[in-house]
């Protein structure tokens, strides 16, 4: 961080005085939007600031994060640009060296999410594209949509009930070996490996322990680069976070090509892996390793990052609010008494998992492991009176509406029956996007959380060791100490196989 804030300091200074020499031969944003309207269109761009030159508001940004408190980013503009007769729904900012609308409600939400690929694409930032770099015959786009398409039926509703039995056997087996006879554990780091055991097993087909964690130690550094200033100098998070990705890389192409072999043998298991390379570019030819490779790694982030964080955030959360985990574990262990001893959980047994989901879904609310993602316009359009030109960024953010109290009342309070009944209002509730790009591991990622949460809850009880430890955005909310806690075991748990 040190470095980075020194480099950003030098940036300032040189892109100041570019930025005045700028000034003296071209026009500002205002002109820009002249010039991109044409001559009859005279809407104007949404309110907002380009911050600083080169950075734009990518510090505040970060820093508002760093803080624990990355609604306020978004919080303060819509604030400093509402009217006095109405709310600001969008402003324009400067993030990752592009000019972005930031869409700050659920019609906003609704608004995007229905225009997919009429208005708007999705949109990857350059830091993406540097730290996942695909060959001449594709690009982070495609290659979104092409691993989309092998996702969805990989990990719909009847496919996954088939891999429910390998999530409780991998969850038993973690807690057997890493919580069992233990007094204290570090939350944080055993969440990862056993998320990322899951992952190797349920996409790859990998079990060998000495695989895994030549994967799974640089993969802990990649996430944190896609939102980190774009400075490719040693000591800065872009930097590690490129390293790692190569060095993540060539582990899968080893398993890549090891697994071409075996499917031209006939040998291989029709797992997640085996669909990909069976996958074809847009022209018919086979997909490179590379590619699929970059493909998976990227994949892994999202089912790993995503899953570990927001278990581990459930796991403070329980901790904090003992009533609520003694309503969780009054329900999970209904479900655990009904079954036999050693007996795995079944899917029934998950749609019977209503008020640890709520919990689930409070958390997700409050803490985020996705803060939100970008599109680009494809043409000009009209959103609440502003012109969005064509070639702009837009950034939709669960913070626009997660702790916005037009849709969540005392939204700080955490208050799992918020999502009893009817739930929040439509498009207010977005952890997992929403309409064509909705993410298609949203069911993975339940079930994973729940058989997990299942099997830890009936078999402990919990208690920080830093009762005042907080989450700190990392770019992804994380316990600031790992979350250490001392462990207090059910006697009258039954369910070990």
């Not at 060539?250 to 071409?260: G, L, T």
């Amino acid at each position: 961080m040190e470095m980075e804030m020194l480099i950003i300091c030098v940036l300032i200074l040189f892109g100041s005085l570019y930025y005045i020499f700028g000034m003296l031969i071209s026009t500002n944003n205002g002109s820009y939007c002249r010039l991109r309207r044409g001559t009859k269109n005279e809407h104007e761009l949404p309110p907002g600031s380009t911050g600083w030159p080169i950075i734009g508001e990518g510090l505040a940004f970060l820093m508002t994060a760093k803080r624990g408190a990355p609604e306020n980013f978004i919080a303060e503009r819509r604030i400093k640009y509402s009217k006095s007769s109405s709310s600001c729904k969008v402003f324009t900012t400067s993030l990752l060296r592009e000019s972005v609308a930031v869409l700050c409600s659920a019609a906003g939400n609704k608004f995007l999410f229905s225009n997919e690929n009429k208005l708007v694409r999705s949109w990857w930032p350059r830091n993406i594209e540097t730290i996942f770099p695909n060959s001449q015959k594709t690009n982070s786009a495609d290659a979104s949509i092409r691993l989309r398409k092998v996702l969805s039926p990989f990990l719909s509703p009847d496919s996954l009930r088939k891999h429910l039995s390998i999530m409780d056997t991998v969850a038993k087996h973690h807690l057997d070996v890493f919580w069992s006879h233990k007094n204290q554990v570090k939350v944080l780091s055993l969440t990862k490996k056993y998320t990322f055991v899951l992952v190797c097993k349920i996409f790859l087909n990998v079990e060998d322990p000495q695989v895994i964690a030549k994967i799974e130690e640089p993969m802990q550094h990649i996430a944190a680069g896609f939102i980190s200033l774009p400075i490719n100098l040693p000591g800065t998070a872009f930097n590690l976070a490129i390293r790692s990705a190569k060095q993540v890389k060539k582990e899968i192409e080893e398993i890549v090509r090891q697994r071409r072999i075996d499917l031209d043998q006939h040998a291989a298991d029709q797992d997640l892996l085996s669909k990909l390379l069976m996958g074809t570019y847009s022209d018919g030819q086979q997909i490179k390793d590379t590619d699929i490779a970059n493909e998976l790694n990227a994949l892994f982030i999202a089912a790993y990052d995503n899953v570990f964080i927001t278990l581990c955030s459930i796991i403070m959360y329980l901790s904090d609010y003992p009533q609520v985990y003694d309503a969780v574990l009054k329900e999970q262990m209904e479900i655990a008494d009904s079954k036999a001893q050693g007996e795995l959980l079944y899917l029934e047994d998950i749609q019977k998992m209503k008020y640890l989901w709520s919990v689930a879904c409070e958390v997700l609310r409050l803490e985020p492991p996705n803060p939100g993602t970008f599109r680009e316009a494809i043409s000009d359009f009209v959103y609440e009176g502003y012109l969005i030109p064509k070639g702009m960024k837009l950034y939709w953010s669960v913070f626009s509406t997660h702790k916005n109290p037009d849709y969540f009342p005392d939204p700080e309070k955490f208050d799992p029956s918020r999502f009893e009944g009817g739930g929040p209002a439509p498009y207010s509730y977005v952890p997992f996007g929403g309409g064509p790009r909705m993410c298609p591991g949203r069911e993975y990622a339940r079930l994973t959380m729940l058989v997990f949460l299942h099997n830890l809850v009936t078999r402990f009880k919990w208690e920080k060791v830093y009762p005042d430890e907080k989450m700190v955005m990392t770019p992804f909310p994380l316990p600031t100490k790992g979350l250490p806690v001392r462990l207090y075991p059910h006697h009258h748990h039954h369910c070990e196989p």
